[in-house]
């Protein structure tokens, strides 16, 4: 689809970057100390693409619901509608049949399907993400629209591997490959595990240092 100019009709507020709303100005997180990740949190801080649950709260250990993580995939891949046209008014339920037109994340579901994040149209907005689920958008996504080139892996032994998806075996593969998961000390994926905020964090952190790295 050729992409021009957004409709004037579609005004939806979402402009700051956020994983989770609300936002509020830079500041300390004071929850994260003792956080595997912090460093990783406070990166992508820095940068804009998450903030915090309050003025001075993260929450590293609360688990990510799809709203969240769609609007997380939005911020780090710079999706928008900037050059769009739409016959009409685009709303968030002619994508997902369980989202809230007048919702907050309603403008990042738009966007994320509209730019071809493949998501289920059945999702619950506030249902949480599994670590394979998440693995695998992130991943498909990433090679979308990075344009990565497909090459041939050695598949690296994960002790779960019987609890993951078969059809998402081969993105975890590419992404223990490109470094943005680890196995853990059991060499295991843990795939059906609810993902925490923390984690998605890392996750992203690990891709954009990946991706300075190739520049």
């Known amino acids: 689809m050729k992409k021009s100019l957004l409709a004037t ?3 939806i507020l979402v402009g700051v970057s956020t994983l989770g709303l609300p936002t509020y100005a830079a500041t300390k997180f004071v929850d994260i100390n003792d956080t595997p990740q912090k460093a990783a949190i406070e990166m992508l801080f820095d940068k804009g693409i998450v903030h915090g649950t309050s003025e001075t709260t993260f929450e590293p250990e609360k688990l990510l ?5 769609i609007l997380l995939l939005v911020n780090t891949f710079d999706l928008n509608l900037d050059t769009v046209r739409f016959i009409k008014e685009p709303k968030a339920t002619d994508y997902f049949k369980n989202a809230d037109d007048a919702a907050w994340y309603a403008y990042g579901f738009i966007t994320a399907s509209v730019n071809g994040v493949a998501l289920d149209a059945d999702l619950l907005p506030l249902a949480n993400w599994t670590r394979e689920d998440f693995i695998n958008v992130l991943v498909t ?8 080139p497909m ?3 050695i598949p690296v032994e994960i002790a779960d591997e019987d609890s993951i998806t078969p059809e998402y075996s081969g993105a975890i593969q590419r992404a223990l490959s490109y470094g943005l998961i680890e196995l853990d000390a059991q060499n295991k994926i843990n795939p059906q595990a609810a993902l925490s905020r ?3 964090a890392e996750m992203i952190a690990n891709l954009l ?3 300075a790295e190739r520049q």
């Open 9 to 11: 009709g579609l005004a």
């Open 65 to 69: 619901n799809h709203a969240e993580g």
């Open 141 to 148: 996504t990433y090679e979308q629209e990075y344009n990565l």
């Open 151 to 153: 090459v041939k892996l």
């Open 198 to 200: 923390a984690e998605a």
């Open 209 to 211: 240092e990946r991706e």
